[in-house]
């Protein structure tokens, strides 16, 4: 069974861009939740949804959103790009919301230059 | 404040010792799960804990609800358990992460 997918693996941005994640969770599991992970901060949570409606929202500004798909896909944007957001953004799937049986992507790791 | 704590922050230790890393938090929680990151990003689920204690191979965790603490044993251990482990509390609304315990175990 394949496991989460998160694309692009690498990306490099300018600071003011804006920036799309994807990430495909297990088939079937049909929630799909982000993190940012930095050497600072470590993980911190940024949003969770469940058939297509956001559920719950970590402290993050507004310039970080998503999105769900019918088919439980998932996108992370962020837009005007700063240099503190360059890190590590994982994704993790699991069947329902409750943060139960979570299996996590091997995440994307963006540098803001 | 931290609603996770984690310790130690580094854990050095020789093959075949017992190891145990410790969380403790202040949130109320639905659940809380032990996770292993290797170099390079990879994260794995270990455990999902809301009460007692749980075994796989030679990992243990366990979890104290009205002390709010958790433990995470790994006995016998070996190099290959050498990792980042992160400690994670589920509120049911949020996720809050402990900074990890780094381990590193010498042949």
């Known amino acids: 069974k394949a496991g989460v997918t998160q694309t692009p693996r690498y990306l490099i941005k300018t600071r003011g861009q804006q920036v799309t994640l994807s990430c495909s969770p297990i088939s079937g599991h049909r929630s799909v939740s982000w993190y940012q992970q930095t050497p600072g901060q470590g993980l911190q949570f940024l949003f969770e949804y469940f058939s297509e409606t956001q559920r719950n929202k970590g402290n993050f500004p507004g310039r970080f959103s998503g999105r769900q798909f019918s088919n439980s896909r998932s996108e992370m944007n962020v837009s005007t790009l700063e240099l503190g957001d360059s890190a590590l953004y994982l994704c993790?799937?699991?069947?329902?919301?409750?943060?139960?049986?979570?299996?996590f992507g091997s995440g994307t790791r963006l540098t803001v230059v | 404040k931290n609603e996770v704590e984690q310790s130690p922050q580094n854990l050095t230790a020789q093959e075949g010792e017992f190891i145990t890393i410790n969380c403790s938090y202040s949130?109320?929680?639905?659940?809380l799960h032990w996770l292993q990151q290797h170099p390079g990003g990879g994260i794995v689920s270990l455990f999902m804990?809301?009460?007692g204690k749980k075994k796989h191979g030679r990992l243990i965790a366990t979890i104290n609800i009205q002390e709010k603490h958790s433990s995470l044993h790994i006995t016998a251990s070996h190099p290959r358990d050498s990792a980042v482990y992160i400690c994670a509390v589920g509120t049911g609304n949020q996720f809050y992460f402990g900074t990890g315990t780094s381990l590193t175990v010498i042949p």
């Open positions: 993790a799937s699991s069947l329902q919301p409750g943060y139960y049986g979570y299996t």
């Open positions: 949130v109320g929680i639905s659940a």
């Open positions: 804990l809301s009460s």
